[in-house]
């Protein structure tokens, strides 16, 4: 009963963290979109005359699309068609069980490891799985019986072919190297010694907390800095964003593989888009910056300056809240009247919550947190862990909106010329190098 209940929080929690950075991306895609473009962006939908900067706008995208009218085209296969966005969604959802987000936390004397399913196969079950969601794209291209949406599935199946392979042959560099890293001493009896020639994402990530020349955190990316550009380069062809959506290529081919869907099933389709996304995103951190590791601050160091650590970070927390709330009051003063209705009222609603959460962070000051006892350094160490991976997930799923919003579609043959001609050759290159390295040192 431990066992399920345990999974079922660890579900919980990375499908809640998945769904809530949907909305947020979502919010994030168009306020970058405008900031690029040097325009507002999305600002009307409100809740009771507040917008809050365009937050209100997924949660309107919701409704319009759970009411939308479902049109359906007359000559589609039934079965395949209705399956394809579930597929689709399922596969993005499934792909994060083996992904560590921190490596245990302890609950009640026992340790409890921060991920959902520690596979000895963690990597082939990630590459396996983020595959399947080419067949649900295919499946909708195919049975909408249309001549784009077929085009659309079948540039998604070469382009898939075409990165999937560079994808793999990126991380065989990554795990030889990690395969030769014995298991940090404070984690040797938890995760024990079996690499099973590094395909266990916890070994992996465990292995990057280590220091080379005593100063250099062990990332991936210091280890294979062209495995990481190979890499992110293949994320971003398996994602379908911009510059590799030619499955969708809408100057091309209309909307590509899911024209033919509207309502709750194309509401799927976009969902599964920023789930890739934040999968993807999850991917980078874990395999080239460490993933839940801190530069220069393992466990055994947050456990034995926890007390220090969680004070100073109360004390920043509580002078970035008043900071913010100052600068909310301000605007309030300079933007006062401006437009006449319940908008006025945002920067002060701003402000407010800005100081609720600096006179929290001095709440947690009156409780001596320098006087914090293992139990609470155990689980501040797991928090802090927890708190790096999400920021690196966040930085990650920027980056994917700066890049779309930045750099133009490739035409078809540069896609696959730079998969086959490019990344293929490099990919090959890199693997024999770091072979030859590993072989002498």
């Not at 994602?239 to 590799?244: A, I, K, L, S, V």
């Not at 407010?352 to 609470?376: C, D, N, Q, S, Y």
């Amino acid at each position: 009963m431990d066992i399920i209940l345990e999974t079922l929080s660890k579900i919980g929690f990375m499908f809640a963290v998945i769904m809530g950075m949907v909305v947020v991306l979502i919010w994030m895609e168009r306020k970058g979109a405008a900031f690029i473009q040097d325009r507002t962006g999305p600002n009307r939908a409100a809740i009771l005359g507040v917008r809050l900067a365009g937050l209100v706008h997924p949660v309107a995208d919701v409704f319009k699309l759970l009411f939308k009218e479902d049109i359906q085209p007359s000559g589609r296969h039934r079965a395949f068609y209705n399956l394809a966005p579930w597929l689709v969604m399922t596969v993005a959802l499934s792909t994060y069980a083996v992904i560590p987000f921190g490596d245990y936390l302890t609950v009640a004397g026992r340790k409890v490891a921060l991920v959902t399913a520690d596979l000895n196969v963690g990597l082939l079950y990630i590459l396996a799985v983020a595959s399947l969601g080419t067949y649900g794209v295919v499946m909708a291209g195919w049975a909408a019986n249309n001549k784009y949406t077929f085009l659309g599935g079948v540039r998604a199946t070469a382009q898939m072919i075409s990165y999937e392979i560079n994808m793999g042959l990126a991380l065989m560099g990554l795990v030889l190297v990690f395969s030769h890293t014995a298991t940090p001493g404070y984690l040797r009896e938890f995760l024990g010694t079996d690499f099973l020639s590094g395909l266990r994402l916890t070994h992996l990530v465990a292995g990057q907390g280590e220091l080379l020349w005593g100063f250099l955190p062990k990332w991936g990316i210091v280890v294979q800095p062209l495995g990481f550009l190979l890499f992110i380069t293949a994320v971003y062809a398996e994602t379908n964003r911009n510059p590799f959506d030619l499955p969708e290529g809408e100057s091309e081919i209309v909307a590509g593989y899911h024209l033919e869907y509207s309502s709750m099933k194309f509401a799927l389709f976009f969902m599964a888009e920023y789930a890739h996304m934040v999968i993807g995103a999850a991917l980078i951190a874990t395999f080239y910056f460490g993933g839940y590791q801190i530069p220069w601050m393992p466990r055994p160091v947050l456990e034995a300056h926890a007390g220090m650590l969680l004070t100073l970070k109360l004390i920043a927390v509580a002078a970035v809240g008043f900071l913010f709330a100052l600068l909310f009051l301000r605007r309030t003063q300079r933007e006062k009247g401006k437009f006449g209705d319940l908008r006025d009222n945002e920067p002060r609603l701003g402000a407010g919550l800005w100081l609720i959460v600096a006179l929290a962070a001095l709440g947690g000051l009156a409780l001596r947190p320098w006087t914090l006892g293992p139990e609470g350094a155990s689980l501040f160490a797991s928090l802090m862990q927890v708190g790096a991976f999400l920021a690196k997930l966040v930085f990650f799923a920027w980056l994917f909106i700066w890049v779309r919003w930045t750099l133009p579609r490739f035409r078809y043959d540069q896609l696959m010329g730079l998969g086959w001609k490019v990344m293929l050759p490099l990919g090959v290159a890199n693997l024999v190098v770091t072979a030859v390295v590993l072989t002498i040192v």
